[in-house]
């Protein structure tokens, strides 16, 4: 079944397909396509601690976006199902690099060595899976949107503030990538 | 309001991501290190079709079930800080995991399950920011 779709499904199918998500959430119900927004509502649900920022009316302004977070959820767990894209045909370039940071297996989804239960507690598995989180929640609470919000969204709109975010967004990922991963994936 | 079209349209987006590799963490990796054109192809065509979509919608004046007009409220500017400091700690995040917010929540669906415990550190980083807000340049 993998052979379903060809794997990857290319760039110029797979980039209109998400761009349309911007329109289609517009005409269902004037809704604004971002996902961060979810760790918001989502701490309003269950611990908003009387601080204002999850003050707000979390099912009425948000129902609507945990259902579409609900569904990606089961869009992927469907897909990975049906057509699993189990190995990822990587630039060379980048898979030599990686092999020099020390991983040795480039297959799945995300480094086995790291993104295990029992990694968790090395170094690399803490750095990447419980910083890199909390650095994904801090990050798009404070800059207001993540890639969805800002990066699609926001540049679509023509937003300058969606623009700096983005900068803001490729100096992070540039300084994880080059400085701060080798320190501890080596 | 009926939850079953945002729902489906999730489930879309869900498949699309795991399909095109966008939760990979080789491919984002891929991305840092501009060895590959995929995720800008992907990134660049969704903001091409969403902002074709949007101009659109405006030329052709559509409004909602309360007749206010279809669009996005303007994000305000400020002094940036917010969005260059804050981006570039969910930046970082995005290079550590792999994944930025959606990714995430799919990888949980798609045989990574340890995942989980990034959403919910990702969980206490924005209580944290709420908790910090008043105190933080915006």
């Known amino acids: 079944m993998s052979n379903l779709f060809p794997h990857p499904l290319p760039w110029y199918v797979a980039g209109p397909l998400i761009g349309l998500m911007v329109p289609a959430l517009l005409l269902l119900g004037n809704k604004p396509f971002g996902i961060s927004s979810n760790l ?18 979390w099912k009425r302004l948000g129902g609507w976006n945990l ?12 897909a990975w199902y049906v057509a699993p894209p189990t190995v990822v045909t990587l630039s060379s370039h980048t898979a030599t690099a990686l092999r020099q940071l020390g991983l040795q297996d480039l297959t799945g989804l995300a480094p086995r060595e790291v993104f295990a239960w029992s990694s968790l507690f090395t170094l690399k598995g803490f750095s990447s899976v419980v910083v890199g989180g909390f650095l994904v929640g801090f990050g798009t609470a404070y800059a207001g949107g993540c890639t969805s919000g800002h990066a699609i969204s926001g540049l679509a709109d023509l937003q300058p503030a969606s623009l700096l975010a983005v900068c803001g967004f490729f100096a992070g990922g540039l300084t994880g990538t080059f400085a701060v991963l080798p320190l501890f994936l080596r | 309001m009926t939850l079953l079209p945002y729902f489906l349209l999730g489930s879309v987006f869900g498949i699309v991501i795991v399909e095109a590799e966008v939760v990979s963490w080789f491919r984002v990796q891929e991305m840092f290190r501009f060895d590959a054109f995929h995720m800008y192809g992907i990134i660049g065509a969704a903001v091409l079709t969403a902002a074709m979509s949007i101009l659109t919608i405006k030329r052709l004046g559509l409004q909602g079930a309360d007749g206010a007009p279809l669009g996005f409220p303007p994000k305000m500017l400020g002094s940036g800080a917010r969005y260059v400091v804050g981006g570039a700690m969910f930046g970082l995040g995005w290079a550590l995991t792999g994944a930025c917010p959606g990714p995430l929540v799919a990888l949980v669906g798609a045989g990574v399950p340890v995942m989980l415990v990034a959403i919910l550190s990702a969980l206490v980083g924005t209580w944290t920011y ?4 008043h105190t933080l340049p915006h």
Do not use: N, T
Not at chain 1, 42 to 56: K, N
Not at chain 1, 67 to 78: D, K, P, R, T, Y
């Open chain 1, 67 to 78: 259902a579409f977070l609900v569904g990606i959820f089961a869009g992927a767990a469907l």
């Open chain 1, 40 to 57: 918001r509502h989502l701490c309003a649900a269950v611990a908003p601690g009387r601080i204002e920022f999850f003050g707000h009316d």
């Open chain 2, 130 to 133: 709420g908790r910090l807000r």
